[in-house]
Structure formats: structure tokens, C-alpha cells
């Protein structure tokens, strides 16, 4: 940022008039993409072997029904039965592939399987960032395209969305693939490419990120006018291919839907019905939040780069008014178009009453554009060595210390966050090791074939099936809780003998989230139970949740890990990791309960 050397202002576009336009000298990346792979590989890679399950909807909804689809057996939620087929098995599929493929190859397991796809998705949504940061450096500016990569790899956000096995996710991929295309116009428009992205991200991950392409359909829209007929006409063929490409994948997913649910079932409008037009209650049954739900949420997981996104807009016409350029209407309207994605996002979910963090995830990479945006504007702003002006009075060593301390800073919370997470709520990921034992010294896992692991009031906690070993199943005893729990694949096989538990209907289920009494097993049959303790709590505990921990005349404690507790402890040490030092008031500590895998004694309920 010295005086001499001012930072390069954002290009120019050029908006070419047919698919045939004249070909532009590529930009010269920041850094070398491959380079760029990399550093997103390794964060997301980080995310993969240590990001806890932090929805029990990746648990239920996708890692059980991808488990059913490999070893035969598996929870099953209401979203699956044919009766109401709001789930697409083609997207399920592509997950069992990939951890089908960890089968074939040395010292495999079920564990192995679960980390071997989130492997995959590392390397996925680090391809997917490779080309969205090649896009914005050479179609925006290079400066624009590290902070892309720079905020990405350190946010707490990427953290938690990079390699969740969540639609929610995957349209993030999507929608990073589809943005790049329609915001690269070198080579001709690719409106048609990016078109087939975003569908392919709605119709077999989440409908409503459909919505992300609304932007840049308008932008093809309003420039078709602005040019000649034939021009016109070709904008008309993009759209209309991207229309087809979607129809094409809806129909493989039709199809591929009639194999698994034996009716006509489209699981993409099926979502958008419930979520809409449902006369049951929709999700608001699951749980209402305030507006300011997404502010909070999106303040912790980007902080000061949820700021700077939130200013993206304001920022660019303030420098419009004060600092005009030559760039045209188009160049201008086409800015617009990158930063209102995110608005519009964050627009439509926070008018939502029902809330959750996984909503986000598909305009994640948008928000991270549009804090880059910002502070590419706050930096050239800062630039300006013009000594009649107040920014260029401030001497250029100053403006470079205040600038490095700010993002330095926010680099060291976003760290302490995503070390905090990892502390806090890895437990359930590591307690079933013993069930395994170690093949190295030789040691068998304790427990057998038929036997239950069971689960009450940790029942959301339950990290899937893919934790216990062959034929040991999951069951749940009664809790406070009174929602609907999930059932089981039917493991018949009748038919042609393939995955008959996809379309057999199962007992119980319903889309009012009314308990199901079947759906508890008595805790005199479970071999294994899995319960938290909170010694700092002081109220009693409820009827059926009793502190099976510290029952030792009935149960053995196998394992435990810690465990917070974010009811006792304070918001400074639930929101980021605190060391454990004398230093630090009593006050401000984080406050510890044990996540345990217990194992019933002998005579038990007989």
C-alpha cells in the first residue's frame, strides 16, 4: 500500500455480443491456481478430520440412508418414505459410491468409509473454490481474488459447510460452479453453463438455491436489449439450453427415484410443497428463531467479514459519488449483479420464521465475494496518496499497520473459533473406538453381533451408523423428548431384492413430527448406551433422563471425552476456544461434561 504504488482498480468489462467474441489474453493470476488448490485443499482437508456433526439432519437424513444403501441397514426418517419421498436417492447414491469405492481398497472399514467421503468432498468443493477464486481474479481484480481465498480457508464458516454431508452444501458447490460460469465472459457468455450448474445444485441438493441464478438471469436479460437482434436471439439460446439441461438432470433424477421409491416421486417439489403450501405445520414445527437469528450467526462464523459483505453495496456507491470513473452503465450494473446474490439470500431466509445454520451454506462463497469486494474498495480508497486530501494526509505506514492489525485479528478469531469447535463437540466422532478395538496391538472390540447402542437424551448426538460395527444397530429409550424419532429400513428383501427398505413402507412415520411410541426400544435390550454428563448443573434432572454416567451399579463407563457445556459455561468461551490457564478468570473458563459410551453389567433387567 505505498504511496507509489496505488492499488489497479477493478477492470473494465466488455460485454460480448455473441458466444463468438473475440478471445481476451488471460489475466495473470495472484498466485498460481494449482497453488490456490492447494490451499483450499489443505483447509477443507482440516474440516474433513476434524469438524464435528453439528446438524443431526447430516446424521439421519443422508449419512443413514447412504449407510443403508452400502451395508444393508439404517435409521430412516419420515423424508424417506415413499409417502411423502422428499429426498433424492440419486444424490444418496453419489455418496455410496464413493465410500463403496474406501471398501475395495486396504484396511477398510465403516469409519473409514465415513472419512473417505468427506475426503471426497474436500477435494470437490477445493476444486469448486479453485475456479470461483480464477474467476473473480481474472474477471475482477487479482487483489480481489486472494481476499476471496484468504477469508475462505481461515472462516469458521468454511469449516462447518466445506465437507458437511448436507444438500445445503453441495448447492454451495453448485452455486460456486454456476456464478464463476455467468460471471466469466471471456470466450463468449456462458449464461447456459452456469444455468445447468444451479439446477443441477436444486434438483438434487436443495430447490430454493435455485434461487442464487436469479441475478444473473436478469443481467443476460436487460443486456440482450442493449444490443442487436442477433445478439437478442442468442441470449434467448442460452437460456433456453440451460432450461433443457435442468429438465435433463430433473429427468434422471425422476427416474432414478422410480427404481428406488416404486411411484412417481419428485423430491424436489416435494420439498418446495412441504416447505410452502404444507397444511401440517411445514418446518416451522421444528423450531422457530428472531430475525436477527443469521446476523448473530453469520457474525461468528465470517466476523468482521460478514461486516464488510453487509457494506459491499454502500461502499460501491459512495465510491461512485466520490470518486467517479470511466466505466460505463455496464460495468457498474454488472457489480451490482456480483454483490446482490447474497443480499437476496440473506433477504428471503431471515424473513423465514424457521431457522438454521446449514440455510447459509449456499451463499457462503457469495458473502466472501462481497467482503472482498469491500475491502478492495476500503484499500484503493486507502491508496490515495493525493496530499490534499484527508486519506493521503495519513501517512502510508499507518494506514498499512491499522489495515494488517484489523485483518490479523480477525484472522487470529476465526482461528480460536474453529480450534473452539473442535474442542467443544468432537466427542461423538471419537467414544466408539473401543466398540472397534486395535488391529495394531491385536485387541478385539468389545461387544457382538445383535448388539443395541442405545441413545436417549444425546439421541441428536449419534455422529450414524457408520460409527458401530457390522450388525450393531442403534436404537433409542425414552427421553423428554416428544418429536418424532427416526425408524429403520426395512431389511426384507422382496421384489427384484434390491434395497426394498427404499420403498416398503415403515409404521409411524409422519410429517407432523408427532412422537411415535414405536420407535423406543426397552432399555433392558441395550448392550451399549450413550449418555452426557453435566456435573456443574445444579437443577435435578428430569424423570427419564437420569444420570446414567454416574449409575456405576448398572453401567460401565467404556469411554468418555469432554464435552461443553454451553448452558453453564459463558458466551466469550462458547463463541471461541479460551485456554485453560490460572490467568483467566473462573468467570470466563469454559465448563465441562462428559460424553460417554457405557456398557450395561451384568444382570441388568433381568
Same mark, same amino acid.
Given at each position: 500500500?505505498?504511496?507509489?504504488?496505488?492499488?489497479?482498480?477493478?477492470?473494465?468489462?466488455?460485454?460480448?455480443?455473441?458466444?463468438?467474441?473475440?478471445?481476451?489474453?488471460?489475466s495473470?493470476?495472484?498466485?498460481?491456481?494449482?497453488?490456490?488448490?492447494?490451499?483450499?485443499?489443505?483447509?477443507?482437508?482440516?474440516?474433513?478430520?476434524?469438524?464435528?456433526?453439528?446438524?443431526?439432519?447430516?446424521?439421519?437424513?443422508?449419512?443413514?440412508?447412504?449407510?443403508?444403501?452400502?451395508?444393508?441397514?439404517?435409521?430412516?426418517?419420515?423424508?424417506?418414505s415413499?409417502e411423502?419421498?422428499?429426498r433424492?436417492?440419486?444424490?444418496?447414491?453419489?455418496? +455410496?459410491?464413493?465410500? $463403496?469405492? !474406501?471398501?475395495i &481398497?486396504?484396511? @477398510?472399514?465403516?469409519v *473409514?468409509? #465415513?472419512?473417505?467421503?468427506?475426503?471426497?468432498l474436500?477435494?470437490?468443493?477445493?476444486?469448486?473454490?479453485?475456479?470461483?477464486?480464477?474467476?473473480?481474479?481474472?474477471?475482477?481484480?487479482?487483489?480481489?481474488?486472494?481476499?476471496?481465498?484468504?477469508v475462505?480457508i481461515?472462516?469458521?464458516?468454511?469449516?462447518?459447510?466445506?465437507?458437511?454431508?448436507?444438500?445445503?452444501?453441495?448447492?454451495?458447490?453448485t452455486?460456486?460452479?454456476?456464478? +464463476?460460469?455467468?460471471? $466469466?465472459? !471471456?470466450?463468449? &457468455?456462458?449464461? @447456459?453453463?452456469?444455468? *445447468?450448474? #444451479?439446477?443441477?445444485?436444486?434438483i438434487?441438493?436443495?430447490?430454493?438455491?435455485?434461487?442464487?441464478?436469479?441475478?444473473?438471469?436478469?443481467?443476460?436479460?436487460?443486456?440482450?436489449f442493449?444490443?442487436?437482434?442477433?445478439?437478442?436471439i442468442e441470449s434467448?439460446?442460452?437460456?433456453?439450453?440451460?432450461?433443457?439441461?435442468?429438465?435433463?438432470?430433473?429427468?434422471?433424477?425422476?427416474?432414478?427415484?422410480?427404481?428406488?421409491?416404486?411411484? +412417481?416421486?419428485?423430491?424436489?417439489?416435494?420439498?418446495?410443497?412441504?416447505?410452502?403450501?404444507?397444511? *401440517?405445520?411445514?418446518?416451522?414445527?421444528?423450531?422457530?428463531?428472531?430475525?436477527?437469528?443469521?446476523?448473530k450467526?453469520?457474525?461468528?462464523?465470517?466476523?468482521?467479514?460478514?461486516?464488510?459483505?453487509?457494506?459491499?453495496?454502500?461502499?460501491?456507491?459512495?465510491?461512485?459519488?466520490?470518486?467517479?470513473?470511466?466505466q460505463g452503465?455496464?460495468?457498474?450494473?454488472?457489480?451490482?449483479?456480483?454483490?446482490?446474490?447474497?443480499?437476496?439470500?440473506?433477504?428471503?431466509?431471515t424473513?423465514?420464521?424457521?431457522?438454521?445454520?446449514?440455510f447459509?451454506?449456499?451463499?457462503?462463497?457469495?458473502?466472501?465475494?462481497?467482503?472482498?469486494?469491500?475491502?478492495?474498495?476500503?484499500?484503493?480508497?486507502?491508496?490515495?496518496?493525493?496530499?490534499?486530501?484527508?486519506?493521503?494526509?495519513?501517512?502510508?505506514?499507518?494506514?498499512?499497520?491499522?489495515?494488517?492489525?484489523?485483518?490479523?485479528?480477525?484472522l487470529?478469531?476465526?482461528?480460536?473459533?474453529?480450534?473452539g469447535?473442535?474442542?467443544?463437540?468432537?466427542?461423538?466422532?471419537?467414544?466408539?473406538?473401543?466398540l472397534?478395538?486395535?488391529?495394531q496391538?491385536?485387541?478385539?472390540?468389545?461387544?457382538?453381533?445383535?448388539?443395541f447402542?442405545?441413545?436417549?437424551?444425546?439421541?441428536?448426538?449419534?455422529?450414524?451408523?457408520?460409527?458401530?460395527?457390522?450388525?450393531?444397530?442403534?436404537?433409542?429409550?425414552?427421553?423428554?423428548f416428544?418429536?418424532?424419532?427416526?425408524?429403520?429400513?426395512?431389511?426384507?428383501?422382496?421384489?427384484?431384492?434390491?434395497?426394498?427398505?427404499?420403498?416398503?413402507?415403515?409404521?409411524?412415520?409422519?410429517?407432523?413430527n408427532?412422537?411415535?411410541?414405536?420407535?423406543?426400544?426397552?432399555?433392558?435390550?441395550?448392550?451399549?448406551?450413550v449418555?452426557?454428563?453435566?456435573?456443574?448443573?445444579?437443577?435435578?434432572?428430569?424423570?427419564?433422563?437420569?444420570?446414567?454416567?454416574?449409575?456405576?451399579?448398572?453401567?460401565?463407563?467404556?469411554?468418555?471425552?469432554?464435552?461443553?457445556?454451553?448452558?453453564?459455561?459463558?458466551?466469550?468461551?462458547?463463541?471461541?476456544w479460551?485456554?485453560?490457564?490460572?490467568?483467566?478468570?473462573?468467570?470466563?473458563?469454559?465448563?465441562?461434561?462428559?460424553?460417554c459410551?457405557?456398557?450395561?453389567?451384568?444382570?441388568?433387567?433381568?
Amino acid at each position: 500500500m505505498a504511496d507509489s504504488n496505488p492499488p489497479p482498480r477493478t477492470q473494465q468489462f466488455s460485454h460480448p455480443v455473441s458466444s463468438h467474441a473475440k478471445k481476451k489474453r488471460p489475466s495473470i493470476y495472484p498466485i498460481q491456481p494449482i497453488s490456490a488448490f492447494y490451499c483450499f485443499l489443505i483447509a477443507n482437508l482440516v474440516a474433513a478430520l476434524f469438524a464435528p456433526i453439528q446438524d443431526c439432519d447430516e446424521t439421519f437424513n443422508y449419512w443413514e440412508p447412504t449407510h443403508y444403501l452400502s451395508h444393508g441397514y439404517g435409521l430412516q426418517t419420515w423424508e424417506y418414505s415413499p409417502e411423502y419421498g422428499i429426498r433424492s436417492w440419486l444424490y444418496i447414491a453419489l455418496y +455410496a459410491i464413493v465410500g $463403496n469405492f !474406501r471398501r475395495i &481398497l486396504p484396511q @477398510s472399514s465403516k469409519v *473409514a468409509e #465415513f472419512y473417505f467421503v468427506r475426503y471426497g468432498l474436500a477435494a470437490i468443493c477445493a476444486l469448486c473454490q479453485t475456479i470461483m477464486f480464477m474467476v473473480t481474479s481474472s474477471t475482477l481484480n487479482g487483489r480481489i481474488g486472494m481476499i476471496f481465498l484468504l477469508v475462505t480457508i481461515t472462516s469458521p464458516g468454511n469449516f462447518n459447510a466445506s465437507t458437511a454431508f448436507l444438500p445445503s452444501s453441495f448447492a454451495m458447490y453448485t452455486c460456486m460452479l454456476g456464478a +464463476a460460469a455467468c460471471m $466469466n465472459w !471471456r470466450g463468449g &457468455l456462458k449464461t @447456459s453453463q452456469g444455468l *445447468a450448474w #444451479f439446477a443441477l445444485g436444486a434438483i438434487l441438493g436443495w430447490p430454493f438455491a435455485g434461487a442464487l441464478c436469479f441475478p444473473f438471469v436478469f443481467e443476460e436479460i436487460v443486456f440482450s436489449f442493449f444490443t442487436d437482434k442477433d445478439a437478442f436471439i442468442e441470449s434467448l439460446l442460452r437460456l433456453g439450453r440451460g432450461f433443457v439441461a435442468g429438465l435433463v438432470i430433473l429427468t434422471l433424477d425422476f427416474f432414478f427415484n422410480l427404481f428406488f421409491f416404486k411411484k +412417481a416421486v419428485v423430491p424436489s417439489w416435494n420439498i418446495v410443497k412441504y416447505n410452502i403450501f404444507s397444511s *401440517a405445520g411445514g418446518p416451522d414445527l421444528y423450531g422457530t428463531e428472531p430475525w436477527t437469528y443469521y446476523f448473530k450467526n453469520l457474525t461468528l462464523n465470517f466476523n468482521i467479514w460478514f461486516i464488510l459483505a453487509l457494506l459491499a453495496f454502500p461502499l460501491f456507491v459512495l465510491q461512485k459519488i466520490t470518486s467517479p470513473s470511466n466505466q460505463g452503465f455496464q460495468s457498474g450494473l454488472r457489480t451490482v449483479v456480483f454483490m446482490a446474490p447474497f443480499y437476496m439470500w440473506l433477504a428471503i431466509f431471515t424473513a423465514q420464521p424457521h431457522k438454521e445454520e446449514r440455510f447459509m451454506y449456499p451463499a457462503y462463497p457469495l458473502l466472501v465475494l462481497n467482503a472482498s469486494l469491500s475491502l478492495h474498495m476500503v484499500l484503493s480508497a486507502l491508496g490515495n496518496s493525493d496530499p490534499k486530501t484527508l486519506v493521503g494526509k495519513i501517512p502510508a505506514r499507518l494506514k498499512l499497520f491499522a489495515v494488517s492489525t484489523v485483518i490479523f485479528l480477525s484472522l487470529d478469531i476465526s482461528l480460536l473459533r474453529i480450534y473452539g469447535i473442535y474442542t467443544a463437540y468432537s466427542a461423538p466422532l471419537k467414544i466408539y473406538s473401543p466398540l472397534w478395538g486395535d488391529s495394531q496391538s491385536g485387541q478385539a472390540g468389545i461387544g457382538g453381533e445383535g448388539d443395541f447402542v442405545c441413545f436417549g437424551k444425546e439421541w441428536y448426538r449419534f455422529p450414524s451408523s457408520y460409527f458401530l460395527p457390522r450388525d450393531m444397530h442403534a436404537k433409542f429409550v425414552r427421553s423428554e423428548f416428544r418429536g418424532l424419532l427416526p425408524g429403520e429400513f426395512s431389511e426384507a428383501r422382496t421384489g427384484f431384492g434390491l434395497f426394498s427398505g427404499a420403498w416398503l413402507p415403515t409404521n409411524g412415520l409422519n410429517d407432523r413430527n408427532e412422537e411415535d411410541m414405536s420407535k423406543y426400544t426397552e432399555l433392558r435390550t441395550c448392550s451399549f448406551l450413550v449418555d452426557t454428563q453435566y456435573p456443574e448443573r445444579s437443577e435435578p434432572l428430569p424423570p427419564n433422563e437420569p444420570d446414567y454416567v454416574g449409575d456405576q451399579e448398572n453401567w460401565e463407563v467404556v469411554a468418555c471425552e469432554r464435552f461443553l457445556d454451553s448452558a453453564t459455561t459463558h458466551l466469550l468461551a462458547r463463541t471461541m476456544w479460551v485456554p485453560e490457564i490460572d490467568a483467566i478468570p473462573a468467570k470466563y473458563k469454559r465448563k465441562w461434561g462428559r460424553h460417554c459410551l457405557l456398557k450395561r453389567k451384568k444382570g441388568l433387567g433381568s
